[in-house]
């Protein structure tokens, strides 16, 4: 809670209810909080602690390896296996709690049909990319395939209700055959004279929600084997939203956390044509959508499991029907840290995170 005329940017005058209260905050540097005598709770273990904020993967492994920090959030899987070689440290992963997507734009600005405007270019893009290697190859093993754009253990039983879209790209390639897209000479399809040609765009630091270059170049390979042309667009995070809020873009990478309880939050703000978020402009199914109707029946759900029904529901026509976004993979997020470091309990969603049980032995 921030006390009234208060600037968080510039002075640290907040009010804090939690275990800790902010000391010292310094925008892009640090983050100082030490323990709050005044909690209502049981008091944590550590006095105080400091988090540097260190967006460079490699920098931040240093920093724990040279034994300048204790913690690192984010271990990059490409450096996960130098960290467990270490004598001294240790890792550990929180359960799944965010889904690595491509949202795929069907209009322009101007409300034209983009390239993927037809669902049935939607679905073979879908069909072409093989979520299993990208789990076991890419990210080594550390996710999991998932149908939906949420963590599965959110919808509870109703998960199932979203079937995905398997990975089988002769189906991807009839279904570009069947839509008019021919095979040419260099191997990338062309109908009309207009070749099939994507735009891709990521960031890697994203606002918590990045995703690697690793990623991105995985697609565009399982693309060009069906006869799709993908061009990479690396955007810092600035560069990154003015794209997303212009709709310049055909597919966009993207890794949210599900940071509430609401099965259908993400959704809502991601797709509903109702949303405030500009983006929701280029990839919304629309108002008419069987999506929309049953997200508005979420706002009205009072009830935690006939919630979920709905939310799978809207899921399933979201991913199913409208492929109006192409689940990856979910992912979990990892730590790496001194032995001497005890008691966190990772949490699935990065925001959520206590601090409150951690403490270091000598």
Not at 58 to 86: M, N, Y
Not at 154 to 175: C, H, M, N, Q, W
Not at 330 to 338: A, E, L, N, Q, V
Request: net charge neutral.
């Amino acid at each position: 809670m921030l006390a009234p005329g208060s600037d968080p940017l510039k002075n640290a005058n907040v009010t804090c209810s939690g275990p800790f209260k902010v000391v010292e905050y310094r925008p892009q540097e640090r983050l100082v909080v030490e323990r709050n005598d005044k909690y209502w709770g049981k008091a944590p273990s550590l006095s105080r602690i400091t988090f540097r904020f260190i967006p460079d993967d490699t920098t931040r492994l240093l920093s724990l390896q040279s034994g300048e920090v204790d913690l690192i959030t984010d271990v990059p899987r490409s450096l996960l296996a130098t960290v467990k070689a270490q004598q001294g440290l240790s890792v550990q992963t929180a359960p799944t709690g965010q889904v690595t997507l491509m949202k795929v734009a069907r209009r322009d600005a101007a409300g034209s049909d983009k390239i993927l405007a037809d669902p049935a270019d939607r679905r073979a893009v879908a069909h072409a990319i093989d979520r299993k290697s990208y789990v076991e190859g890419i990210l080594d093993g550390n996710g999991e395939v998932v149908n939906t754009v949420v963590p599965p253990s959110v919808l509870g039983e109703f998960a199932s209700t979203v079937e995905g879209i398997p990975y089988d790209p002769k189906r991807a390639a009839s279904l570009l055959d069947q839509a008019g897209w021919g095979s040419q000479p260099d191997g990338i399809r062309s109908k009309n004279g207009r070749r099939l040609e994507l735009t891709m765009i990521f960031s890697p630091g994203g606002g918590g929600t990045g995703v690697g270059l690793t990623t991105v170049e995985f697609v565009q390979a399982e693309l060009r084997k069906v006869g799709i042309a993908a061009k990479i667009e690396q955007l810092d995070v600035g560069a990154y939203s003015r794209a997303r809020n212009a709709g310049n873009y055909d597919l966009d990478f993207t890794a949210p956390n599900q940071n509430d309880a609401n099965p259908a939050g993400g959704m809502s703000r991601n797709y509903y044509s109702k949303s405030t978020s500009r983006a929701v402009t280029f990839n919304a199914p629309g108002p008419d959508s069987e999506f929309e109707s049953l997200i508005d029946q979420t706002d009205l759900a009072t009830d935690r499991k006939e919630l979920q029904r709905l939310a799978a529901r809207a899921m399933h026509q979201l991913v199913d029907v409208e492929v109006a976004t192409i689940p990856l993979a979910g992912t979990f997020r990892i730590y790496g840290m001194k032995n001497t470091v005890k008691g966190l309990e990772p949490h699935p969603s990065s925001t959520n995170q206590r601090w409150n049980t951690v403490y270091i032995t000598k």
